[in-house]
């Protein structure tokens, strides 16, 4: 079965500092993948999402980005943290059939300061 | 692009109690998911359903894609219920995007 992961689950950096956060699925291979970020208390906004190895497609523009190194690895990056960035960064894939079903890691909670 | 919209946006309910939730869209769509996201912050799968009605249990869901709206049927609730419940959708005209609703935030008190 598939499996998704995320770390680190928590964070805090301080304003101005690099960001690096990792989400690995397992289980499948050429999945669709996802970045989405929730403020406190709001829905999710989709960030990045990637169909395959070096295919970045960006939904926001932010001082956030996005890699696709390997075929399971997604990766959030920052180089200098704002205090928006705060929030709960979720990572999600689908298959690339037409039944695209999507399924979330647990998570990273970011907090700002 | 496709917008998506969701009622109510505060629901509280007794536990037994039964309650539907509604979810509009402003376009065509072939992908429908349902979500429960916990206290915890993690997005559980309710249902994938573009189109039908599905049954899981105590819950169900209902999409009519022609007029573009689902709904989730929640029946005899319970404290574990509570959570915010987001529909999301994917449509033909937007490639592999996802668009959340804002979420109905559900309040079951025993």
């Known amino acids: 079965s598939q499996t998704i992961h995320q770390w680190p689950a928590t964070l805090v950096q301080p304003v101005g500092s690099p960001l690096s956060l990792e989400c690995t699925v397992e289980?499948?291979?050429?999945?669709?993948l996802y970045w989405y970020r929730q403020a406190a208390g709001r829905g999710l906004q989709l960030l990045f999402y990637?169909?395959?190895?070096?295919?970045i497609s960006s939904e926001v523009p932010q001082n956030l980005s996005a890699s696709r190194p390997q075929d399971r690895q997604f990766i959030l990056s920052s180089k200098k943290l704002l205090l928006s960035d705060s929030g709960f960064y979720l990572c999600?894939?689908?298959?690339?059939?037409?039944?695209?079903?999507?399924?979330f890691g647990p998570g990273t909670r970011l907090t700002v300061l | 692009g496709i917008q998506v919209e969701q009622s109510p946006p505060d629901l509280i309910l007794q536990e037994g109690a039964n309650s539907t939730l509604r979810c509009n869209f402003s376009?065509?769509?072939?992908?429908l998911q349902w979500f429960h996201q916990n206290p915890w912050g993690q997005l559980i799968n309710l249902f994938y359903?573009?189109?039908g009605t599905k049954q899981n249990g105590r819950l169900s869901a209902t999409t009519v894609a022609t007029e573009r709206y689902s709904l989730l049927y929640i029946s005899s609730s319970q404290t574990t219920d509570s959570g915010v419940y987001f529909c999301?959708?994917?449509?033909?005209?937007?490639?592999?995007?996802?668009?959340f609703g804002p979420g109905t935030r559900l309040s079951v008190l025993p």
């Open positions: 999301a959708v994917g449509g033909y005209n937007y490639g592999q995007n996802f668009v």
């Open positions: 376009d065509s769509v072939n992908n």
């Open positions: 999600a894939w689908t298959g690339t059939s037409s039944y695209n079903e999507q399924f």
């Open positions: 289980g499948t291979s050429n999945p669709n």
């Open positions: 990637s169909v395959g190895i070096g295919q």
């Open positions: 359903i573009p189109s």
